[in-house]
């Protein structure tokens, strides 16, 4: 069975530019989680999706961070501008309904912002 | 504010040892716990939990041990082998209704 996928692995842009990053969670999880990794530190969660609706939104920085989920399955993470503090690993998660303790996690994005 | 952390950033142990990876939390109504390892590179991969009813849990090489009392829990390697070599996070699905992660430590095996 395939794990959580996402793309890119790596990405490399200036600062003021945009940038997204897309998510395919495991087949029948309804739930979604993006999360930020900054080096040396544990995830921080983004934002929660149950099917396509954001139910924790709270963490996201809305003036530059957006995310969608528009059929409950995939999701993209988008942040423009970037910033040279967005500079880090991007997570993806995904786990069943109600067991939102065991999350899958994908590989991530690596963002690096110059 | 609510928190999970842990005790030391890194640890280093021989291979054969046995490894104890202590996580404190603060706050006094959780009630589930998660252990995740993240190897370089990859995400986080979920390694067991326990619940508070319980004190100690096993599973294949590691044992998560529960002190409600002083709000302390730990994860026990035994035998630590080079592929245990990984940042493990201590996490509280329920802080602040969504999954908190502490701040890892990194386990060094020495051959």
């Known amino acids: 069975e395939a794990g959580v996928v996402q793309s890119p692995r790596y990405k490399i842009i200036e600062k003021k530019q945009p940038v997204a990053f897309w998510c395919n969670p495991i087949s029948g999880h309804n739930t979604l989680y993006w999360y930020r990794q900054n080096l040396g530190q544990g995830p921080e969660l983004l934002i929660r999706y149950e099917n396509e609706e954001a139910v924790d939104d709270s963490q996201l920085p809305k003036d530059r961070f957006s995310a969608e989920r528009l059929k409950g399955v995939d999701s993209t993470l988008k942040i423009q501008p970037a910033e040279l503090g967005d500079s880090a690993v991007y997570l993806c998660?995904?786990?069943?309904?109600?067991?939102?303790?065991?999350?899958?996690f994908g590989e991530g994005s690596r963002l690096t912002v110059l | 504010g609510e928190s999970v952390g842990l005790h030391l950033p890194t640890l280093s142990v021989q291979e054969g040892d046995n490894s104890i990876i202590n996580c404190a939390y603060s706050?006094?109504?959780?009630?589930?716990f998660i252990w995740y390892k993240q190897e370089s590179g990859k995400g986080p991969q979920f390694i067991i939990d326990i619940r508070s009813n319980m004190d100690k849990r096993q599973g294949q090489r590691v044992t998560v041990l529960l002190n409600k009392t002083v709000k302390h829990l730990s994860l026990q390697i035994a035998a630590t082998q080079p592929g245990d070599s990984a940042v493990y996070f201590c996490?509280?699905?329920?802080?602040?209704?969504?999954?908190?992660f502490g701040g890892g430590t990194r386990l060094m095996v020495k051959p």
């Open positions: 998660a995904s786990s069943l309904r109600g067991h939102n303790g065991e999350l899958f």
């Open positions: 996490a509280d699905p329920n802080a602040g209704n969504m999954l908190t």
């Open positions: 706050n006094s109504a959780s009630d589930y």
